[in-house]
Nanobody, 124 residues
Framework: QVQLVESGGGLVQAGDSLRLSCSAS????????IGWFRQAPGKEREFVGH???????YYADSVKGRFTVSRDKVKNTVALQMNTLKPEDTAVYYC??????????????????WGQGTQVTVSS
């Protein structure tokens, strides 16, 4: 059974940093592209960032330069480092795994496995 688990969420102030981690059981992250998404109350799930099996990364314009996605192939985890957080970054953050093609990485339906999400709240 495949399970993805996010951790590291919390309540921080604007300008602070936070590091989220996504761990997997039942699959090897090395065989999947990994995406990070977020969903704020009343809004649709939004693409945040993505790391290919090659290690190449892609980001939403709203987080480019502030967020970094990285893999730890030994630990079978993927991290989302979030710096200079803003109140508008407040959301539930999800990691997802899929064998995605490049043109579909921003589409949630391209991912097969999802975590349960972790709450990130940024106060002003």
């Amino acid at each position: 059974q495949v399970q993805l688990v996010e951790s590291g969420g919390g309540l921080v102030q604007a300008g602070d940093s936070l590091r989220l981690s996504c761990s997997a059981s039942g699959i090897s992250f090395n065989e999947y592209s990994i995406g990070w998404f977020r969903q704020a109350p009343g809004k649709e799930r939004e693409f945040v960032g993505h790391v290919r099996t090659t290690g190449h990364t892609y980001y939403a314009d709203s987080v480019k330069g502030r967020f970094t996605v990285s893999r730890d192939k030994v630990k079978n985890t993927v991290a989302l480092q979030m710096n200079t957080l803003k109140p508008e970054d407040t959301a539930v953050y999800y990691c997802a795994a899929g064998r995605t093609i490049l043109s579909s990485i921003r589409n949630p339906t391209a991912y097969r496995h999802w975590g349960q999400g972790t709450q990130v709240t940024v106060s002003s």
